[in-house]
């Protein structure tokens, strides 16, 4: 079933174009996230699907309802906050209830679903409690559960852990994808954080200047994002890209970095099926970090492909040391074993796993294979 | 699909009956506010509207153009009024707004009892103008207050009769008007000196600036802002004082101590001249803004400095 | 820097501002002392002297005794009158005034920032140009020379207060909270009364106090729109000075002056922080 249908959906601040037609369908159970960077119209988005926002244009459906013009409360979702905006003067368990004592609840039947929901979120002990009294974490439980009480068609998610420091933010995210895998709800989370996007989601709705860029879950978006956009925002540090130029031998398609330079890099790629026009033209080269490692590093399948490049710049991490190195004279990010540590200024053998390589139009910036 | 586009946009029912359902809340919030902003329009353009008729005991229509204006400005009454507003107001703000730094500044000094000193600086602002005028009355009349008390204790050759001095009357006016609002410079002054960046002051101690040097330099160039905001909000009281002179000198002796506000209040209901007691009432409005406009102009400057940095 | 600057500079700091506190406090003892002393006492030194009796009964005449154009009830019905004007235009001031807050400033309508601009020109309109508008307003009604009169003119007029103070208030809660309980399905009114108002303490002392205080001391509307018996205390003192002014009663007049000032200075001392707040709010308009 589909849960959330977004048809041509526009908004215009004055002259102000935020959101160019949007169409997006999600599926009943469903973890979808919306991510962009600030002002890329996501959380506008997020309101018009609230009821909290007019759209412009366009029609949002929730369970196969057209919801335009019916209040929040009546759209049968529930909503978490960045702020997490709980009633400062309520109790948490009156910050649960607030929304059944405005839909007429029967009190048994309240205090039937707090003891649920708080069961679940292990927040029994606080109930008693002011949101002031509260951690920033269990503030978040809270808010979690005013929402879960609602057991509503759609839970929207604004932002809920950008708030919190990074080690809760990291345990709060496992917690709200267990959350979903229990109780199969359907979501909708904006962020602005491509982390949390690929860990939580099972389908990524990538937003840019007010459009989607790309609506697909987190491999394909990662594998093969449909544009430089998506290509650059997703993954850290991002996907590395540069100009490079597109020749076919006999053997097949090679992209040349750094064409005509003593140092070009003629990459053989296997298996692409690009299209003959562009053939003998510029293209955009991407390539992940990962694809770059030490030398000796075998990548399953081909022959590795090693070059020789000079290192410009050692990140050691712990986990893994980064390496700006120079390809064809272009830079580029390599992501190697912490054992190795290349000597800074001199050159060091690299291998490149061509087979994820992506190409992108120049123009269009699209990509192409 | 054309079904939901259609039912998206059709003005149907369920818009009427919202709107009728947060008629309650409209009307909550409508009528209030438009009773007070329809007031504050209406009456004003109404007191315009009187101050060009020609009314007298009763509002008249008819247009006698600027006529009230030139009469009021020609009267004797009116002339001593606006020199007296701008000694008055001159003196009573500069005074005031040194008084109340140097409250504030003194009261900074991290001393015991700050917060009872406070109160006493500022408890004269709970107080009416009426009281301040009536009490300061008796403390200035020669016959009964300071000038006695001295003459009493021996030194009889002592004189402070400003009260009945008709040059110095209004001298006294500044003094109660001093001391009814000088904590209230004080208050905002030291809410400024106490929001000057702790970084600030200390840098300068690295650097080596006394307390002298500290607050020339440093701290005082940080409250001009709070400054201009003072000499606005006292200037505006000035302009409209009423009370307190009623209270303390009635504008005399004779005419000596005579406002604006008071002529206002004589044309309109002592001597029922309407027209003219509107055209001075227009008139104490331009002086006001005169004060008010370009203050007005120097904050929208000042909003657009801090937003364009 | 506390410690270097001992001795002889801190010791003079403490002289001046205790010398000024004295001058600032003077006149508050001076009708005090007076207010207890006889009328002949004062009549015979001056105003400034300690009571040698101690003329508690000035209190009894000035609350119910003497006489003020040709009514001698002493201040007790002004008192009344004053008090009967300023309660109830204090409530519906700051309960008008925090509901147009809160919409102004969490609910965006139509035109929300143009009428909100109006009102609060009210806070620098002189009361001299709405001074005949309302006479004749009043007048037409049938409300000249009443208190209910008053009350609706202190009402109007301290919307500017109010709606400024309360609004610059509430533009501080997060919108967030306002999404979140109209998701919960709570409307206009339940928001404010289960959310916003909870949260309202502070603003409301401070816009009582504030409303209090200066409906009680106003003085040009009460003389203006009202006379004899339905006048407010403000006016009634200078009608008292007025009065007495050939036999002046130094003593009573002072102990009229001090049960006139007392509710605001009361509420000065009690609610002090929230009377400077109210102050320092007002100027940042």
């Known amino acids: 079933m589909t849960a959330l249908s977004i048809r041509a959906l526009s908004k215009r601040y004055a002259n102000l174009e935020v959101l160019k037609g949007i169409n997006l369908d999600i599926e009943s159970g469903e973890f979808t996230v919306l991510v962009g960077p600030s002002g890329c119209g996501k959380s506008t988005l997020l309101n018009i699907v609230a009821g909290l926002d007019r759209a412009s244009s366009g029609t949002v459906e929730i369970g196969g309802r057209v919801v335009n013009d019916v209040p929040p409360k009546d759209r049968d979702i529930a909503m978490v906050f960045q702020s997490y905006a709980l009633y400062p003067s309520m109790t948490v368990r009156q910050n649960i209830t607030f929304g059944m004592e405005c839909r007429h609840v029967p009190k048994a039947e309240q205090d039937a679903a707090v003891a649920n929901v708080a069961k679940l979120l292990q927040i029994e002990p606080l109930l008693g409690r002011k949101p002031s009294q509260l951690s920033g974490g269990q503030r978040q439980r809270v808010a979690m559960g005013r929402a879960l009480v609602r057991d509503p068609l759609l839970f929207l998610f604004d932002e809920p852990l950008s708030n919190l420091d990074a080690k809760l933010r990291v345990e709060m995210r496992m917690e709200i994808k267990r959350l979903h895998q229990r109780i199969g709800a359907t979501i909708v989370y904006v962020t602005h954080d491509q982390i949390e996007a690929m860990t939580m989601a099972t389908r990524i709705a990538v937003m840019h200047h007010g459009q989607v860029q790309q609506f697909a879950d987190p491999d394909t978006v990662y594998r093969y994002p449909a544009n430089l956009f998506v290509a650059r925002f997703m993954g850290s540090p991002p996907m590395n890209t540069m100009p490079a130029r597109l020749e076919a031998d006999n053997g097949g398609p090679v992209v040349v970095i750094g064409a005509g330079r003593p140092d070009e890099v003629r990459l053989r790629l296997r298996g692409y099926d690009v299209a003959a026009s562009f053939v003998g033209r510029e293209v955009v080269l991407g390539i992940r970090p990962e694809c770059i490692a030490e030398g000796s590093r075998v990548f399953s399948g081909d022959a590795p492909i090693v070059v020789s490049a000079p290192v410009e710049m050692v990140e050691p991490t712990g986990a893994e040391t980064m390496v700006l190195l120079r390809l064809g004279g272009e830079a580029a990010m390599a992501r190697i074993t912490p054992d190795i540590r290349p000597t800074l200024g001199a050159s060091a053998d690299f291998a490149l796993d061509t087979r994820r390589i992506c190409l992108f139009d120049p123009e269009t910036e699209r990509l192409i294979a | ?309 | 820097m506390r410690d270097q600057t001992f001795a002889p500079t801190r010791i003079l700091i403490y002289l001046v501002v205790s010398l000024i506190a004295a001058a600032w406090l003077a006149p508050l003892v001076v009708v005090v002392l007076n207010s207890l002393r006889t009328n002949e006492e004062i009549a015979q030194a001056s105003m400034i002297g300690w009571p040698k009796h101690w003329a508690w009964s000035n209190y009894a005449a000035a609350w119910s005794g003497f006489c003020v154009a040709e009514t001698c009830a002493g201040i007790r019905p002004y008192m009344l009158n004053s008090a009967l004007v300023t309660i109830p235009a204090t409530i519906f001031s700051t309960m008008l005034g925090a509901i147009a807050g809160y919409a102004v400033s969490l609910w965006r309508f139509r035109g929300d920032s143009w009428i909100y601009g109006i009102v609060t020109l009210g806070l620098f309109l002189p009361q001299q140009m709405r001074l005949l508008p309302w006479t004749i307003v009043l007048r037409d009604i049938g409300l000249i020379n009443t208190l209910t009169g008053l009350v609706l003119i202190h009402t109007i007029q301290g919307l500017s207060f109010t709606t400024l103070f309360c609004r610059n208030y509430y533009v501080a809660i997060p919108h967030e909270l306002i999404r979140a309980a109209r998701i919960d399905g709570a409307g206009f009114f339940r928001i404010f009364w289960r959310i916003i108002l909870p949260l309202s303490a502070p603003i409301l002392i401070v816009t009582v106090i504030w409303q209090f205080t200066h409906i009680w001391n106003e003085f040009l509307y009460g003389v203006t729109f009202t006379s004899g018996q339905q006048q407010p205390v403000t006016a009634a003192l200078i009608a008292l000075s007025a009065a007495v002014a050939d036999i002046p009663q130094h003593g009573v007049q002072s102990a009229a002056v001090i049960i006139a000032a007392l509710p605001t200075l009361l509420i000065y001392l009690l609610g002090g922080r929230y009377f400077v707040r109210g102050l320092t709010a007002g100027a940042v308009k």
């Open chain 2, 1 to 309: 699909m054309t079904n939901a586009v259609s039912t998206a946009t059709r003005p149907g029912r369920p818009a009427i009956s919202g709107a009728l359902r947060r008629l309650p809340e409209y009307l909550t919030i409508w009528v209030p506010l438009l009773l007070s902003a329809a007031h504050l329009v209406s009456f004003s353009l109404w007191t315009i509207w009187i101050s060009f008729t020609p009314s007298t005991l009763v509002p008249v229509s008819g247009w006698v153009g600027l006529r009230n204006y030139t009469a009021v400005l020609a009267t004797r009454n009116w002339k001593i009024a606006f020199d007296n507003l701008l000694l008055f107001g001159s003196a009573f703000v500069l005074l005031s707004v040194v008084t109340g730094l140097v409250l504030a500044i003194l009261l900074d000094q991290r001393i015991r009892g700050e917060n009872v000193l406070r109160s006493i600086f500022l408890y004269p602002l709970a107080v009416s103008f009426v009281v301040t005028g009536t009490v300061w009355s008796w403390l200035l009349n020669p016959g009964v207050g300071i000038q006695k008390l001295v003459h009493d204790l021996g030194w009889t050759s002592f004189k402070f009769d400003w009260l009945i001095d008709r040059d110095m009357a209004i001298w006294t006016i500044v003094i109660a008007a001093i001391w009814q609002s000088s904590g209230f410079a004080m208050a905002l002054f030291l809410a400024g000196l106490r929001s000057v960046d702790a970084d600030l002051v200390k840098a300068a101690q690295i650097d080596g600036a006394g307390p002298f040097r500290m607050y020339r330099r440093v701290i005082l160039p940080t409250l001009w802002p709070i400054t201009v905001t003072v000499v606005v909000i006292q200037l505006q009281f000035a302009i409209s004082t009423f009370d307190l002179v009623r209270a303390l000198t009635n504008g005399g002796p004779g005419i000596a101590t005579q406002l604006p506000a008071l002529v206002v209040y004589d044309l309109m209901f002592q001597r029922s001249l309407l027209g003219r007691g509107a055209a001075a009432a227009v008139l104490m409005l331009l002086i006001l803004l005169a004060v008010l406009l370009p203050y007005a102009a120097w904050r929208y400057i000042q909003q657009r400095r801090a937003t364009h940095a």
